[in-house]
């Protein structure tokens, strides 16, 4: 179980891992020592798994086009649906991929340069893999919110007064 | 055409916080550690439920005393976080905002000759609302060395016969200062054998950072001897909707509601709405808020003890108050002199009443990147200051 200084400090990394341990033990009251060692256990045992920003592509002009797909598969005997999991995950095009309750079982999120990309990739070398028994590609056509920030954008808020009392 | 104002008007003295407001609005690009209200936006479902309510058409006026559902809702709450009882039929009011209880607990209990207790340093409004109400204001200072927390030899001091009304206003802005368990006993034997009645502030009773909240009123035999005030405002970042509230005696209660059905007849309707849905579903995001204000806390203490100067650890509201008199300044120098040189504005200390000369309220209510470059800069000025001595 974690405890809830563990969870507090989980959590400020994961909204900013650009703190250093010092930012950290200010912010939280704990010893840089402490959290030094904490991070490492976590880095060790895949707690924090990796540390990255999140750009967004639109923006920056470079275009991507991304599709969520709906994979029907057949589970295998002793296996269930892992180990086509495991298969399907190791191609680079796929960022994310779950298993799902519901009308199908695994989504994935895939990222290519084109329509064509993605339409050629579940075609070749999705559709046809053994196990699999349908798909249905959902194209991307905006990103609105990621990872809980909003990418379009907040509406500008009224200032603040600059004294209150 | 001052002439037709009424007297106690004109010589009431403005808010030594407008003073300083008029002299920040000719500066640009002024980095500001001087607001008094969070730089969150009220949670989305809060906010989502008062458009709802828009769009049902609920825009009319509430009873009084506002929405029954809201105060029934407030009772269980105050019950279960502070150990409060209020019966929501008759001891609770719904006011706009707590500045609004404020003034209706001076208007309904103060006559000309009464006597205010105000510690000193405290939020502007206490001693204009005694004045205005026809009383009279007494400071009870305060001091660092303590603190900021009241002490009853002080009050003891700055008592006369005709004292009535002790106002408590913990945590404190601007000190952030808590008043504990131990710290109250002492004030309520003090109001008992004056037989003195209490406005107690508790707005700020959801940001102590250490153990938690004990409410004057919540302490044996000051239930009814209490007026609890305290607002949406400040948990659940609710400024603008204008959402207080009042709980004590049914008696008390009765009058604060005459005077506030004739001059505000009620609190705004959507306000209310969002303040129950902020009861109901709001309590996570609301201690997110509080958390980020903690972390945010400790950077401000520590950045002004690097610097050199005095600062005790505030644990509560969203306020340091550091002592700056080593830099051989007066408050409102200091904070002239650092808001011309380097852009930041800090309200003086004396803005908040005597006792805070010598130290400037700075609010924690901003990102940590704009705390963290407004402590670079205080420090430059801080630094070139203490070089000249």
Known sequence: MLSDEDRKLLKLIEEDCRLTHEDLSIETGLTPEYIAQRISHWEKEKIIVDYRPLINWDRAGDEKVSALIEVRVLPQRGYGFDKIAKRIQKFDEIKSLFLMSGGYDLSLLIEGKTMQDVALFVAEKLAPLEHVQSTATHFVLRRYKQDGVALMGEDEILQRLVVSP | ?389
């Open chain 2, 1 to 389: 055409m001052n002439r037709y104002l009424a007297a106690h008007v004109v010589s009431l003295p403005p808010s030594g916080i407008r003073k300083f407001f008029d002299l920040v609005a000719t500066m640009k690009d002024v980095i500001s550690l001087g607001v008094g209200e969070p730089d969150f936006v009220t949670p989305w479902t809060v906010c989502e439920s008062g458009i709802y309510s828009l769009e049902q058409g609920q825009t009319m006026y509430t009873s009084n005393a506002g929405l029954f559902e809201l105060r029934e809702e407030l009772s269980y709450h105050l019950k279960k976080t502070l150990d409060l009882s209020y019966d929501p039929n008759e001891e609770i009011l719904i006011t706009a905002g707590a500045s609004e209880a404020v003034d209706l607990v001076m208007r309904a209990v103060l006559e000309p000759g009464d006597v205010v207790l105000v510690p000193d340093p405290s939020y502007v409004s206490y001693a204009p609302c005694a004045i205005l109400a026809g009383a009279t204001v007494q400071f009870v200072p305060t001091h660092a060395k303590e603190e900021f927390r009241l002490r009853v030899e002080d009050l003891e001091q700055a008592y006369s016969p005709k004292a009535k009304l002790l106002v408590l206003s913990y945590p404190n802005n601007p000190t952030g200062a808590i008043m504990r368990r131990e710290d109250l006993l002492p004030i309520a034997d003090f109001v008992e054998k004056h037989d003195l009645l209490v406005l107690a502030d508790d707005i700020y009773s959801d940001l102590t950072f250490e153990g938690t909240h004990v409410s004057f009123a919540s302490l044996p035999g000051m239930h009814d001897r209490t007026l609890f005030v305290s607002g949406f405002s400040k948990s659940y970042a609710m400024t603008g909707w204008r959402i207080g509230y009042v709980a004590g005696h049914a008696d008390l209660i009765s009058g604060l509601t005459k005077i506030h059905q004739f001059t505000m007849l009620c609190a705004p309707i959507m306000g209310q709405i969002a303040s129950l849905e902020a009861l109901r579903s709001a309590s996570e995001a609301k201690q997110k808020m509080i958390d980020a204000y903690n972390r945010r806390r400790r950077i401000m203490v520590r950045g002004f003890r690097q610097m050199g100067l005095e600062c005790f650890e505030p644990l509560g509201a969203f306020y340091v108050f550091p002592d700056i008199t080593k830099t051989k300044l007066s408050s409102e120098e200091f904070a002239e002199a650092l808001l011309k040189e380097e852009n930041v504005a800090v309200v003086p200390g004396t803005a908040f009443g005597p006792s805070g000369e010598g130290h400037i309220r700075c609010s924690y209510a901003y990102s940590t990147d704009q705390l963290k470059e407004a402590l670079k800069r205080i420090t430059r000025f801080v630094e070139s200051r203490l070089s000249k001595l």
